[in-house]
């Protein structure tokens, strides 16, 4: 469980490690972070789906190394392995792909994957203490993909701080240039959160993307002011000064627009997360597909979090009801969550996807992609809900 002071997985740095089966990958990411994290094995295939592993490291900060299944396991259940790793270029933000043997044609084949992808990607001569001529086999490399390795040895520790600066090296130039609330708000700013504490709030605790919206606008240094949607009206009157910003969870979108302060910019949690982990512009957009739906149409909606159903779930419930009081009751809607996500989008006519607060950016992207890709338009709940209540030209985008 992530505790307060720790960063969340969705905002980390995903490095994936590939190669064969007993190509090193457990040893090297053991020998990377100096810690036990994957079990090493001479038996190959011991890694079966993706190990991963939340740490901070000197030089690229908070991270997710991810240990995957030989790209060359046999079988059925090999295919299986081999389709999941496969599905983590997804998630990841650099690829570290482990070269041995002297057959290389699997490695270029995925290391030409990677970069067919944009994925930044670092060839590795894994087990350099091993071989007879160093040397050659790295040239051999150079030659069939055009760059040099980094040669490495778990056993004798060495190359591992060559790896780490190649990895400082690659870290994508928009990693960590997002902001959840963007310009919409500075130094010195009163932003009030309404926050409605239903039955979709764990007890005790926020849930994650007010928590990350606070501890932002704390850095920001503006001033900031929080209620339950009965204590708007209430709340607004205690302060000396409209707010600069409202934001408000997407389900009370509606009663915060009719009541706020006309000075005060509105916009929902939902939204700006549309803005820090998705694709704001074709969500606006897709958004716009929810008038040509008709009985007739199909809708998916997609939810990364994997909770048991709850009553007035907004994705689950809500946005269902909204659909169908617009459209009709024919109207056909399946709910995934989690990773859940089909690869036949032809099918849909929309696709509202959550907030995305628990996958990172990349991941979120790659489900976007996805969409754009088929022809399938593409929203979010915060702006579909906008949209619905004829509220979204006066919603602040970040």
Known sequence: ????????????????????????????????????????????????????KAMEINGLGACVLIDTAGFDDIGELGKIRVEKTEKTAEKIDIAVVLFSGEDITLEREWYNFFKDKNIPVIPVVSKADLL??????????????????????AIENSGIDELKEELVRLIPSEYGAQTITGRLCSENDLVLLVMPQDIQAPKGRLILPQVQTIRELLDKKCIVASCTTDKFSETLKTLSKPPKLIITDSQVFSYVHKNKPSDSLLTSFSVLFAGYKGDLKYYIEGAKAIDSLTENSRVLIAECCTHAPLSEDIGREKIPRLLRKRVGEGLKIDIVSGTDFPEGLDEYDLIIQCGGCMFNRKYILSRTEKAKQKNVSMTNYGVAIAYITGILDDIAIP
Not at 17 to 37: D, M
Not at 137 to 148: C, D, E, F, M, P
């Open 1 to 52: 469980m992530t505790t307060l002071n720790e960063t969340p997985n969705a905002n980390r740095l995903h490095i994936g490690f590939y190669g064969k089966r007993n190509s090193g990958k457990s040893s090297l990411i053991n020998a990377f972070t100096g810690q036990q994290v994957s079990i090493v094995s001479d038996v190959a295939g011991t890694t079966t789906d993706p190990v991963k």
């Open 132 to 153: 007879v001529n160093g040397s050659a086999y790295a040239l051999k490399i150079r030659n069939q993909i055009g760059v040099s390795p980094v040669q490495v040895s």
